[in-house]
């Protein structure tokens, strides 16, 4: 089992492009989720999942959106990036909302 | 609104012992979680407690929580470079997602 998996590991992006961070998980879990990481402020939520079919927002969802494609696959795509937007973007799933969650490797996107 | 709050930095010697707190806000808490993430990677779970435990051990790691006093505590015994990470601690709040504290960068110096 792979875990949970995120591509592209790193990139960097002009002001106004757009880009699509791409997550799967072999878990078979319900539950996935997308944060940011900046430094001196831990893990922010930006949106979840809790089951297929279903998003929500998070702590800090502006600028963003997202696809649950189906159960293994969850998208986070930035339509117009900003350098506010530069950070780590981690992805991670649980069995359930609430349950322990697994994390992907993260992908450290720079925005100029 | 819940809130979950660490010391940034923790410096020991190898072969000490390493305490790192977190005290959080919601009373209503049911799960709490320690996780450590190594350079360049993700977090990866260590340990959880259950709100109505006071201790869990697993080998060299002891969880202590007190939830009068909404804190939450994890010790690593004969701490090793190894163990140089950050250590986030994470609260299952009543909205049931996780809410994860600002973290903790253990250094480990021989």
């Known amino acids: 089992n792979a875990g949970v998996t995120q591509t592209p590991k790193f990139q960097v992006l002009k002001t106004g492009q757009s880009m699509t961070l791409q997550c799967a998980q072999d878990m078979n879990h319900n539950s996935m989720y997308w944060y940011r990481q900046d430094p001196g402020m831990g893990l922010r939520l930006i949106y979840y999942s809790a089951s297929e079919g279903t998003t929500d927002k998070g702590e800090v969802p502006n600028g963003y959106n997202v696809s649950r494609l189906n159960k293994r696959e969850f998208s986070l795509r930035l339509e117009s990036a900003a350098p506010s937007q530069t950070s780590v973007y981690f992805c991670?799933?649980?069995?359930?909302?609430?349950?322990?969650?697994?994390f992907g490797p993260g992908t450290r996107l720079t925005v100029t | 609104g819940e809130d979950v709050e660490q010391s940034l930095f923790l410096s020991v010697r190898e072969g000490d012992s390493s305490v790192i707190n977190c005290t959080y806000t919601d009373s209503s808490s049911t799960y709490l979680y320690w996780y450590k993430q190594e350079p360049g990677a993700g977090l990866q779970l260590l340990t959880y407690i259950f709100s109505n435990m006071d201790m869990k051990q697993d080998q060299r790691l002891t969880v202590l929580l007190n939830k009068k006093d909404k804190h939450l505590s994890l010790r690593i015994a004969d701490t090793q470079t190894g163990d140089s990470a950050i250590y986030f601690c994470a609260e299952r709040g009543n909205t049931d997602k996780l809410i994860f504290g600002t973290g903790t960068r253990l250094q480990v110096f021989p």
């Open positions: 991670a799933s649980s069995a359930s909302i609430g349950s322990e969650q697994y």
